[in-house]
């Protein structure tokens, strides 16, 4: 399968793989299914970088339900961990939360990283783990600048890709290095 065909894989990384980067692949994910260019050319995923976890963050349930999403899909999600390589290897670009996240990203695949907030805004702010957080309003302050911030990643990833693919027809190599870190 030559460049022009094969998907451009997104995976989000965050320590637990229980609130920010699932809600941040639901969020692309649907951005992506809802658009006809982009449709068929991304797969997006997650990972944990730091702790093992089982289920998704009952927080997160409740605004990835309010966002629209069916409970069923929601629970569906089971964190990954890092050690499941075939993610990160499968990955064209890493998208983490904060710059710890890339020290604790399997050094290999280091190169691949860049910060949420970089991969959105091409400036480094690190995104606070909502984990804690002590109500759902207060976890749902993090949740919008994720949501922001994916929102602004993918009109740079569409514009990045389809850049690519009209180079590629061309037969030149732009916008590459873009999307490739």
């Known amino acids: 399968m030559n460049d022009t065909h094969k998907k451009y894989n997104v995976l989000f990384v965050c320590s637990s793989n229980v609130c920010r ?6 969020m692309l ?21 730091f702790n093992k976890s089982k289920s998704i963050f009952p927080k ?11 409970e069923s899909e929601i629970l569906a999600h089971k964190p990954s961990f890092k050690t499941d390589k075939e993610r990160f290897e499968n990955a064209d ?11 604790l990203t399997p050094r290999k695949y280091r190169s691949k990283y860049i910060t949420l907030s970089e991969a959105a805004t091409g400036k480094y702010s690190p995104v606070p783990d909502p984990f804690l957080a002590t109500s759902q309003a207060e976890y ?3 949740m919008s600048v994720l949501k922001n911030y994916v929102e602004q990643y993918f009109i740079r990833l569409k514009s ?16 590459n290095a873009e999307l490739d870190g």
């Open 21 to 26: 980067s699932p809600y941040c692949e639901f």
């Open 29 to 49: 994910r649907r951005m992506i299914e809802n658009d006809e260019d982009l449709k068929g050319r991304v797969e997006v995923h997650s990972s944990a970088v």
């Open 60 to 70: 997160a349930v409740n605004i990835l339900k309010r966002e629209g999403f069916p």
């Open 93 to 103: 670009v890493i998208i983490g939360m904060s710059r710890m996240h890339k020290l």
């Open 140 to 142: 749902d302050k993090t």
């Open 160 to 175: 990045a890709l389809n850049r690519r693919r009209n180079a590629s027809r061309n037969g030149g190599e732009k916008a």
